[in-house]
C-alpha cells in the first residue's frame, strides 16, 4: 500500500530453518496503479471521480528581523522545518467503480466512514499516479458539498493535510504508528 507509482521494488524471502537463514530469493516489481489513493496500515481509499489538488505550500519557518537605521531586514532560518501543506477534493461516488451505478445509499456511507476514518488522528499515506507520495496528517475538518443538480445526492469531499515525514523513509513510517 505505501508504494510510489512507477518505482521499482526489490523483495526478499528468506527461508529460516532452524534460526538458520537460506538462500535469498530477490525478485523485482515495477508499482503501477491510476488515480489518487490514501491509505494506512489497514484501510486504502481511492479517490476515484472529480479528484482535485489545492494549492500546496512548502513551508518553512523565516524570522524576519527589521534593525533601526537599515533598509533590509535580516532573515533569520535557525530551524530545519521545511515540510508540504495541501488539500485534496473529490467526489463520493460509493461502488461506481464496480456496479457503474450511483447508488446513493452506498455514497452516505462511504462518505460516513471516510470522514469518521480521515479524522481518527492517525498518520496516512497519500499517493498519486504521477508518482508523488506523502506521509501526511489530515488537518483541519474535512468537509462536504453536496450538489443540487443531483438532488443532493452527489457529494464532494474536501480535505486539507500537512507532511509529517518521509514518505520513502521507513522509520519516518514507523516513528509515526503506520507500521505495527
Not at 521499482?8 to 538462500?23: F, I, K, M, N, S
Not at 533598509?71 to 461516488?93: E, H, L, R
Not at 455514497?107 to 508518482?131: F, H, P, Q, R, Y
Amino acid at each position: 500500500k505505501f508504494c510510489a507509482n512507477q518505482e521499482e521494488y526489490e523483495y526478499a524471502w528468506v527461508p529460516v530453518l532452524q534460526d538458520r537463514e537460506g538462500d535469498y530469493i530477490i525478485n523485482s516489481i515495477e508499482s503501477q496503479f491510476k488515480g489518487v489513493f490514501i491509505c494506512d496500515y489497514e484501510t486504502i481509499y481511492k479517490l476515484y471521480m472529480g479528484v482535485a489538488y489545492g494549492t500546496s505550500q512548502q513551508t518553512q519557518q523565516v524570522g524576519i528581523y527589521n534593525p533601526i537605521g537599515k533598509k533590509y531586514p535580516i532573515y533569520v532560518t535557525n530551524g530545519a522545518n521545511n515540510y508540504q501543506t495541501g488539500s485534496v477534493t473529490s467526489k463520493i461516488v460509493g461502488n461506481y467503480e464496480e456496479t457503474h451505478v450511483l447508488d446513493r445509499k452506498e455514497m452516505v456511507i462511504e462518505k460516513d466512514n471516510l470522514i469518521k476514518w480521515l479524522t481518527n488522528k492517525k498518520a496516512k499515506i497519500l499517493k498519486d499516479s504521477n508518482g508523488n507520495i506523502w506521509l501526511v496528517f489530515i488537518t483541519g475538518a474535512p468537509s462536504v458539498t453536496y450538489d443540487s443538480q443531483w438532488g443532493n445526492g452527489m457529494m464532494e469531499l474536501s480535505f486539507q493535510w500537512g507532511e509529517l515525514g518521509d514518505a520513502n523513509n521507513i522509520q519516518d513510517i514507523k516513528d509515526v504508528g503506520l507500521l505495527p
